[in-house]
């Protein structure tokens, strides 16, 4: 079973940006996408951006989009999010996952209920 350690959450002022890590182990050869999704205290879980086994974004919330990025380092099992101006609203709890599969549209994987996500990392903005 693919287990992934989130890092790189910290407190930052709004309008600041912060990169988040999520290195994988247990891959296999299997093709895989990869996704972030973020909970608040007293909110549900919210997926806000995935990657398809191919490289491609094919998901954003609207809620971060033109804001986050995703990327990948294959060679160190290791994707990354890239978020910048964040505001306030963006405190949470910031988990990844790994679902192995060929979709073009990688959301259906992260939205599963029974998605493995991490630990994750806490990301709180300062107004």
């Known amino acids: 079973q693919v287990q992934v350690v989130e890092s790189g959450g910290g407190l930052v002022q709004a309008g600041g940006s912060l990169r988040l890590s999520c290195t994988a182990s247990?891959?296999?050869?299997?093709?895989?996408?990869w996704g972030w999704s973020r909970q608040a205290p007293g909110k549900e879980r919210e997926v806000i951006i995935c990657?398809?086994?191919?490289?491609?974004?094919?998901y954003y919330a609207d809620s971060v989009k033109g804001r986050f990025t995703i990327s990948r380092d294959n060679a160190k099992n290791t994707v990354y999010l890239q978020m910048n101006s964040l505001k306030p609203e963006d405190t949470a709890m910031y988990s990844c996952?790994?679902?192995?599969?060929?979709?073009?549209?990688?959301?259906?994987?992260?939205?599963?209920?029974?998605?493995?996500w991490g630990q994750g990392t806490q990301v709180t903005v300062s107004s």
């Open positions: 996952a790994a679902a192995a599969g060929t979709a073009f549209r990688c959301i259906g994987y992260f939205e599963n209920p029974v998605t493995n």
């Open positions: 990657m398809n086994w191919n490289g491609f974004t094919t």
């Open positions: 247990g891959l296999t050869a299997a093709p895989y996408a």
